[in-house]
Each structure stands twice: as structure tokens, then as C-alpha cells.
T-cell receptor
């Protein structure tokens, strides 16, 4: 059981380039999340999805787009990368939301450097 | 609005000492839930506990214990007889009981256990 898988694990981009991070989960979870982790800032929510075909903005959505065309996949896109987007990105999923949803399952993280 | 404050940025203790990590949360909702996650130096995020707002019972799991107090909006985490393997960054997080709401993390507390 793979759980939550993120690809790629590492990527170096030049300013202005675009890229997509893929998150795949095999647990049939409804909810999926993208967080970024920066030193001293903790985990900040970028975008999230409450089900296939839905997306919503988190705390720091600017400069990112997301899509959830299939329930098991949640894509995070950077249309024009900036050095400020250098970070470690974590994807997470959960069975649902609310009091009975259980824990968040995290991927291993994707380290992105924008030069 | 949701907010999680982990006021302790970094803590160092000598092995076998007890240590408490503080978490203070803010929400106007009456139904919510709280998490603690551990991030060891290897970088993955490890689930420790989840607590719903209506369950104020304290919890003990081995050397770990959690004190949930709604009156002070706190969900503190204590490690008894700390070990070097407890060295990590610890995150507290808050989610609301509504279907579309987010899970917000604090900035984390970096814990150093000195041999």
C-alpha cells in the first residue's frame, strides 16, 4: 500500500519556468491538500480539495493552481516560478473532513528550488 | 478564522528530562479537532494524535501525554523521560467541523534532546 506519493521528489527550476507537482493517493480519500514548508513558517496550506472536481484556496494560494480531475490525483501547478516559491511541498489526504475524518496522511515531500 | 500558536520556536533539554510543548488555538467554532505531528530530521510527517473538541479527556501513550483544556484553548504535549530519538520538529494543527474548512498548522517547535 503506497499511501500518498509525490512526484518529483526534487526539482530545480529557473525563474519563469512552469512545472507541475503530482500527488497520488491509493486510499480512496475524499480530501486532499497541498502545503508548503519554509524555515520558521511551519506548514502553510496552499490549496485543498474536498472531492473530485473541486478545489479551494488555502492560506497562500497566489502563484499556484491546482486540479483534481480524478479522485486519486491532486496536481499543483506553478505557471511562472519565482524564487519565493523555493520550498518543500507536502501533499496530504484524509478520508473526509470534520470530526470523524481521522488523520492526515502525508507524502514524503517535494523539494523545489527556483533559481 | 482559525489560528494555531506554538510560541516555543526551539527547546533544548537534556536526555531523561520531561518537556512540554505548548499549543494555543483560536476558533469561534464549537466543534473542531486538533492534531499533533512529529517531523524527525528525515523529513517525513508522523501522526501522533487527534483530539475532537467534545473529548477533553487527557491522553497518555507511553512516554507521551496530551493535556487538552478548552477553557484556555490549549492542547499541550508532554514527553516524559525524553530520549535523543524524540529530537524533531513538532507541529500542532487545528481543523473545524465544517465540511469545507481547512486544516491549519502552527509554525512548529524544534525540540533538541541532548545526550
Amino acid at each position: 500500500n503506497a499511501g500518498v506519493t509525490q512526484t518529483p521528489k526534487f526539482r530545480v527550476l529557473k525563474t519563469g519556468q512552469s512545472m507541475t507537482l503530482l500527488c497520488a493517493q491509493d486510499m480512496n480519500h475524499e480530501y486532499m491538500y497541498w502545503y508548503r514548508q519554509d524555515p520558521g513558517m511551519g506548514l502553510r496550506l496552499i490549496h485543498y480539495s474536498v472531492g473530485e472536481g473541486t478545489t479551494a484556496k488555502g492560506e497562500v494560494p497566489d502563484g499556484y493552481n491546482v486540479s483534481r480531475l480524478k479522485k486519486q490525483n491532486f496536481l499543483l501547478g506553478l505557471e511562472s516560478a519565482a524564487p519565493s516559491q523555493t520550498s518543500v511541498y507536502f501533499c496530504a489526504s484524509s478520508l473526509g473532513q470534520g470530526l470523524w475524518a481521522g488523520e492526515l496522511f502525508f507524502g514524503e515531500g517535494s523539494r523545489l528550488t527556483v533559481l | 478564522a482559525q489560528k494555531v500558536t506554538q510560541a516555543q520556536t526551539e527547546i533544548s533539554v537534556v536526555e531523561k528530562e520531561d518537556v512540554t510543548l505548548d499549543c494555543v488555538y483560536e476558533t469561534r467554532d464549537t466543534t473542531y479537532y486538533l492534531f499533533w505531528y512529529k517531523q524527525p530530521p528525515s523529513g517525513e510527517l508522523v501522526f501522533l494524535i487527534r483530539r475532537n473538541s467534545f473529548d477533553e479527556q487527557n491522553e497518555i501513550s507511553g512516554r507521551y501525554s496530551w493535556n487538552f483544556q478548552k477553557s484556555t484553548s490549549s492542547f499541550n504535549f508532554t514527553i516524559t523521560a525524553s530520549q535523543v530519538v524524540d529530537s524533531a520538529v513538532y507541529f500542532c494543527a487545528l481543523g473545524l467541523g465544517n465540511r469545507d474548512d481547512k486544516i491549519i498548522f502552527g509554525k512548529g517547535t524544534r525540540l533538541h534532546i541532548l545526550p
